[in-house]
Nanobody, 126 residues
Framework: QVHMVESGGGLVQAGGSLRLSCAAS????????MGWFRQAPGKEREIVAA????????YYADSVKGRFTISRDNAKNTVYLQMDSLKPEDTAVYYC???????????????????WGQGTQVTVSS
């Protein structure tokens, strides 16, 4: 079992920045990757970004490329999502998730993530 706690959400004006953190605990040695997902009201949950613990390769959704940056601190078992140039359409509940799959097929797919955090609200006002 892997337990994750997200923090850093809040209310920000369009064009502003926020940094989300996700601290993982428990059987973290089995994790191959960590991802950030989001779900806006009335919409399905979608992937935002993902990163591998080993090697640090990353994935970004097209909608956030160039604005969001995912990073990790292996010593702290923590993953971050730096969000810059925020837009009102970025408003959503953001979830952190852990994947035990090392292959590429599941890296950017929700089905590849086994454990999920409780979510943190991000609201971007226009």
């Amino acid at each position: 079992q892997v337990h994750m706690v997200e923090s850093g959400g809040g209310l920000v004006q369009a064009g502003g920045s926020l940094r989300l953190s996700c601290a993982a605990s428990g059987r973290t040695f089995s994790n191959a990757a960590m991802g950030w997902f989001r779900q806006a009201p009335g919409k399905e949950r979608e992937i935002v970004a993902a990163i591998r613990w080993s090697g640090g390769s990353t994935y970004y959704a097209d909608s956030v490329k160039g604005r969001f940056t995912i990073s990790r601190d292996n010593a702290k078992n923590t993953v971050y999502l730096q969000m810059d140039s925020l837009k009102p359409e970025d408003t959503a509940v953001y979830y952190c998730a852990a994947s035990s799959y090392s292959g590429s097929y599941y890296f950017a797919r929700q089905s590849g993530y086994d454990f999920w955090g409780q979510g943190t609200q991000v609201t971007v006002s226009s």
